[in-house]
């Protein structure tokens, strides 16, 4: 155990001392794989905020029954007795015709509109809560709605949030291909980083292998190589991610305070970090396994 736990030490201070020589250059390596994971990691954080307020206003989403004009005190006592009694509604509200005219003519913006009316064209009209947000139960409640006696017609509200889920859905695939190809462009990064590494330190593998030392001796100076630019590498992405969110909060909170609602988009949290850390060293590790293993090959043919 001491004796593993001292060639591991050894590895790791070899390579961190190698680090210190050339500390522009990895830096700017490490900057550069920065960026690869950056990006899908900024567009994965804008989706994660847009999908929670899509969540939170289909909390407030609503049916609107239209009824007919031509609709009874009797029907409108029946249709309220028949929403009270529906599970499958959480609350409701009734607005006569002459309620929604009053509200009509207390916005100033319509006086041109409501000086040219003749008569209230307005209907009666109940707002339904429901109890279940999902798709196929709104439907549903609609469609038994409909085939009330005295209902014109019955409005979903949500049809724009539907659009801009599916808007959602596509950027999600869209960030799944952008993930894996900017992963092939961090791989191929740290792998030619590497395997710069192995060929200016070619001389001294040959030596290493002329005294007996093993492929995994050799092999593990550079998959901690692989590991410590994955690490720095994910740690600098994670600062730039927040840099940029923080930019465009600035602008969004803006925005969002001419709608009244205190929106801003998600910085990068604890699972996020972990995510990104283990992702970025596992690539580094697996890269820089791939071509010193290759290298080795290729030295015992």
Not at 42 to 52: D, E
Not at 266 to 282: E, G, K
Request: aromatic share 8%; proline share 2%; net charge negative.
């Amino acid at each position: 155990m001491n004796s593993w736990l001292m060639h591991h030490t050894q590895a790791l201070k070899l390579v961190i001392r190698r680090f210190k020589d050339n500390l522009f250059s990895n830096l700017f390596i490490a900057l550069t794989i920065a960026v690869s994971l950056a990006l899908p990691m900024i567009v994965y954080l804008v989706l994660s905020s847009f999908s929670g307020l899509v969540s939170t206003i289909k909390s407030d989403s609503h049916l609107s029954l239209f009824l007919k004009s031509d609709a009874t005190p009797t029907m409108i006592d029946s249709i309220h007795n028949t929403l009270a009694t529906r599970e499958s509604i959480k609350q409701f509200h009734f607005i006569s015709k002459e309620d929604a005219l009053q509200q009509l003519i207390a916005d100033n913006n319509n006086q041109d509109l409501i000086s040219s009316l003749t008569e209230n064209p307005l209907p009666d009209a109940f707002f339904i809560e429901p109890a279940a947000l999902d798709s196929a139960a709104i439907q549903q409640l609609k469609d038994e709605l409909t085939q009330l006696d005295g209902i014109e017609n019955v409005q979903v509200d949500d049809a724009w949030l539907k659009r801009l889920g599916y808007l959602l859905a596509l950027g999600k695939k869209a960030l799944f291909v952008l993930a894996m190809l900017l992963s092939f462009a961090l791989f191929t990064v740290i792998s030619n980083t590497i395997r710069m590494q192995i060929l200016t330190q070619q001389e001294e593998i040959e030596v290493s292998q002329l005294i007996g030392a093993t492929h995994r001796f050799i092999r593990r100076p550079f998959l901690y190589s692989g590991a410590i630019y994955g690490l720095i590498g994910a740690l600098f992405a994670l600062m730039i991610t927040s840099i940029v969110i923080r930019l465009f909060n600035l602008s969004v909170s803006t925005l969002a305070a001419e709608y009244q609602t205190d929106f801003s988009l998600l910085l990068p949290n604890t699972d996020v970090f972990i995510i990104t850390c283990i992702t970025a060293i596992a690539i580094g590790l697996i890269s820089a396994y791939i071509v010193v293993s290759k290298s080795l090959y290729k030295s015992i043919n």
